[in-house]
């Protein structure tokens, strides 16, 4: 099992920026792709973006392409996301997501965290 604690969260106004952390701890060789999803009140759950195990691939929905960044740092069993730019349309809560399978792999994200607030006022 792995489990996956987000952190970073918080109340911003728009054009602000924030830098959300996820720590995965348990299996953690079962994290080969990271991501962040987020699910506005009212709304599915949408992807915002994904790391595979190296850093070296990063996908990002494209209404956040250029101002949020996702990174890992493997030694800490962290990855983050930083973001720039926000907008009130950009509240929801943020969750951290883990998968066994390399970034390109259509598979569904094995493991959940259990999300942190974004709140982005106007």
């Known amino acids: 099992q792995v489990q996956l604690v987000e952190s970073g969260g918080g109340l911003v106004q728009a054009g602000g920026s924030l830098r959300l952390s996820c720590a995965a701890s348990?299996?953690?060789?079962?994290?080969?792709?990271m991501g962040w999803f987020r699910q506005a009140p009212g709304k599915e759950r949408e992807f915002v973006a994904a790391v595979s195990w190296s850093g070296g691939s990063r996908y990002y929905a494209d209404s956040v392409k250029g101002r949020f960044t996702i990174s890992r740092d493997n030694a800490k069993n962290t990855v983050y996301l930083q973001m720039n730019s926000l907008k009130p349309e950009e509240t929801a809560v943020y969750y951290c997501a883990a998968k066994k399978v390399t970034i390109t792999s259509t598979a569904t994200y094995d493991y959940w965290g259990q999300g942190t607030q974004v709140t982005v006022s106007s």
């Open positions: 348990g299996r953690t060789f079962s994290t080969n792709t």
